[in-house]
């Protein structure tokens, strides 16, 4: 059992927790992520570490309330405990002195941003971050990421915070001022690859951390392939970081909807709301 | 009582082995009684005698006093509790690293609940622990600690039985298809997340209207079994030769037939078609014959020019075989590999290229049964204990 030492809502559907797991934290790096099983009935969840904490034995995660499970996750509270949590899985990030990089972070994909920032930034890189969400109740760790990058932008959708638009916007900009050696682009499918799109004339190497469906993360069921320089891999071992300018996005789309009609049902189950033992 | 008894003390398992094990090409092929009409249902026998005990003997075993040396074990299948339950009752205190969420391996995520109870399984863990075997769940060697480290940290030996958890695709257009499964992927929604019980348990499992299951093992087998449990109307094998060569057990294969499973032999699909939402329609097929036998000793299944058609399905499982699970062999320095990715160890010990470090079951010999890993299990075990007696007199 892994207990929740920390709970923090950042939003009505956005939560973060501190759970306490010392074999990962041990041994996590940026890029890294875990997975989760609430309880007996759950299924197993892939959220990408946000942060760790090696002496305390702390690995946080941040999630968005999207479905029934991470729903059913974010009614447990501080001492509470999740019945599963393993990992460190996947490989990390590649961490060097690129020179000047460029990390974009879209909605909850703020939180896996933020390690590989922070690593990027200890690394010696020149690091300017760009932050972005739908609308401002959505946006989160503005300080810390200001923290750990040289430069920080903010962006909105309907610009209730920050600049008004998309971080794809910014990061044409950032783009242009020049020099810039990698850029990562971490959040929804359709906010990695606006990125990716944004990079590819410019041939900047841009890194993407897929997060598609996933059974066992070991890479033994190959539930979460994707497709990279038309060649399948699985997201779970190979990655979850990969090149955007080589991922079929239209494939890693198609897939990520693959249990829509399930999810409902799933949904539908849990409206009574949950947590109250008649189902 | 007294049979369960005599069993137990050459196999940990016996409940288990009594319900998977090919007895037909083991033992019961040689029974002298089967010259003259059936042979001995040795399979059912400890079958029965394991479930006897199991229900009535409420003793739980006695614990052997510590050695105080400590051997790891790497995967909770057949192998490694084999080896950690032997190991234990020679005294070594034995703690079993499991990636997923529950030990069993093979036997809690690939082989259906119909053909081995959860229960029966389940049982049997709770035996080991009873004997002392420490079972860590949801620890991913590799990724924790590697074996390399496991061994800095005062583990006197390692034993690696991570089994054949990489599933292979046939590489042909299309195999990304929403609704197409590899075997694990399916088995695992199924058995280990028990998505039978979906939305009661929370991981889905998706099975329309026509399934054509890729391959014809034991592992094609469950899989086609499960899809018609699963509501299923029509659910095909599709299989390059004939039904002569199949690979299943006959057993599975009578039951799979039994229960409606259709058989499309000598035929193999050469791409996976789709609607325009990205889900699976059919397969396109090329018919076969069967020409010279090749180097396995099965006549070698040669395509048809022209003879390409397509089969109406809307669920693909591929049940083409496993191979190596890359996970600990790529982080363990020093250890020597197969091309193939496999663990090069002894035949007779599962000695590997690191001192101290034994492999066995799958990931040494490719996908086989439970049996041959429990074997290997076993003998690793063996030699576990010789080579930390030499140790300790040297």
Redesign the interface.
């Known amino acids: 059992m892994y207990q929740i030492v920390r709970k923090e809502v950042f939003s009505p559907t956005i939560k973060l927790m501190d759970i306490k797991a010392p ?2 934290a ?2 996590v790096q940026a890029g890294q992520f875990i997975i989760l ?1 609430i309880d007996e ?4 969840i892939p959220l990408t570490v946000a942060d760790f904490d090696r002496e305390k034995g702390i690995i946080t995660i941040i999630f968005q309330e999207v479905g ?2 991470t729903i ?1 996750l974010g009614k447990l509270e501080a001492g509470q405990y999740l ?7 996947g490989e990390a990030t590649q961490v060097e002195n690129f020179g000047k990089v460029v990390c974009v972070g879209g909605g909850v994909g703020i939180a896996p941003v933020y390690p590989i920032a922070r690593a990027l930034k200890e690394a010696g890189n020149e690091v300017i971050s760009i932050i972005g969400a739908r609308t401002k109740e959505l946006l989160f760790w503005e300080e810390e990421m200001k923290a750990i990058s040289d430069r920080l932008f903010v962006a909105t959708d309907d610009g209730s915070y920050g600049r008004k638009g998309f971080v794809t916007d910014i990061l044409k900009e950032v783009i242009a001022e020049g020099n810039v050696a990698r850029v990562w682009g971490i959040g929804p499918v359709v906010m990695m690859r606006a990125v990716s799109e944004v990079t590819r004339p410019s041939g900047i190497k841009t890194i993407v951390s897929m997060n598609p469906i996933m ?2 993360g ?6 979460c ?3 990279v320089g038309n060649e ?1 891999k699985f997201a779970c ?1 190979d990655g979850p970081e990969f090149d955007g300018h080589l991922v079929d996005w239209d ?1 890693a789309l ?2 990520s909807i ?2 829509k009609d ?2 409902k ?2 949904m539908a ?1 849990g409206q009574c709301g949950g947590g109250c033992g008649c ?1 | 009582m007294g049979a369960a008894q005599s069993i137990k003390e050459y196999n940990n398992l016996p409940a288990i082995c009594g319900r998977v094990c090919p007895q037909e090409n083991q033992c019961e092929k040689y029974c002298v009684i089967g010259k003259k009409g059936d042979p001995v249902a040795i399979g059912r026998l400890e079958r029965f005698a394991a479930d006897y005990a199991m229900e009535h003997d409420s003793s739980k075993p006695e614990r052997v006093p510590s050695n105080g040396k400590k051997v790891a074990v790497v995967g909770a299948g057949p192998a490694g509790l084999t080896c950690a339950g032997d190991l234990r009752k020679m005294g070594y205190d034995v703690t079993v690293f499991e990636a997923l969420h529950v030990p069993g391996g093979v036997l809690m995520y690939g082989i259906p609940e119909f053909r081995l109870p959860k229960a029966v399984v389940q049982k049997e863990i709770d035996t080991l622990r009873d004997l002392g075997v420490e079972i860590k769940v949801n620890s991913v060697i590799g990724k924790i600690d590697n074996v390399n480290e496991l061994l800095e940290q005062g583990y006197d030996a390692v034993f690696i039985g991570t089994g054949a958890g990489l599933p292979y695709f046939l590489n042909i257009p299309g195999e990304n298809y929403n609704g197409v499964y590899s075997a694990n992927e399916f088995l695992t929604r199924v058995n280990l997340m028990k998505g039978y019980l979906f939305p009661e348990y929370a991981t889905p499992v998706k099975v329309g209207r026509r399934v054509a299951v890729c391959g014809a093992g034991n592992v094609a087998m469950d899989a086609a079994r499960t899809a018609l449990r699963l509501g299923a109307e029509e659910v095909y094998i599709v299989y390059r030769r004939s039904q002569a060569e199949i690979p299943a057990r006959h057993e599975e294969l009578e039951h799979a037939l039994e229960e409606g499973v259709q058989l499309k032999l000598l035929t193999s699909p050469v791409e996976v078609l789709g609607d325009e939402n990205g889900w699976v329609r059919g397969i396109k097929c090329l018919r076969y014959e069967l020409g010279e036998p090749d180097e396995s000793g099965r006549r070698r299944p040669i395509p048809i020019e022209g003879s390409e058609f397509v089969m109406e399905v809307d669920t693909v499982v591929m049940a083409i075989g496993q191979g190596p699970n890359p996970l600990v062999p790529s982080t363990t320095k020093g250890l020597e590999t197969t091309k193939w990715g496999n663990i090069v160890a002894d035949e007779e010990t599962g000695q590997t290229s690191l001192e101290g470090v034994f492999a066995g079951g799958d990931i040494v010999t490719g996908a086989a049964t439970v049996i041959l890993a429990m074997g290997a299990g076993k003998k690793a075990a063996q030699a576990i204990d010789a080579y930390l007696k030499r140790k300790q007199n040297n």
Do not use: N, Q, W
């Open positions: 074999d990962v041990r041994k099983r009935h759950g299924e197993r029934y499970s059913a019945l599963d949590f393993v990992g460190p899985l059974v066992d070991t890479g033994m069921c190959g539930a392939r994707i497709s399948t071992v494939l198609r897939r693959m249990y399930e999810e049902r799933a189950k189902h």
